[in-house]
């Protein structure tokens, strides 16, 4: 399953607030732009 497809299930909806606790060096970048691709916020 890739993770566009993850990021579409969890319906995330564009301008949708995300708030990211705990970044470190083994978060997953991909998955982390996938979100940000589909909410359009960083």
Do not use: H, N, Q, Y
């Amino acid at each position: 399953m890739g993770v566009d497809l993850i990021v579409e299930r969890l319906a995330l909806e564009p301008g949708e607030l995300i708030l990211e606790v705990g970044f470190d060096s083994d978060c997953d970048e991909e998955f982390r732009s996938a979100i940000t691709k589909r909410t359009g916020t960083k």
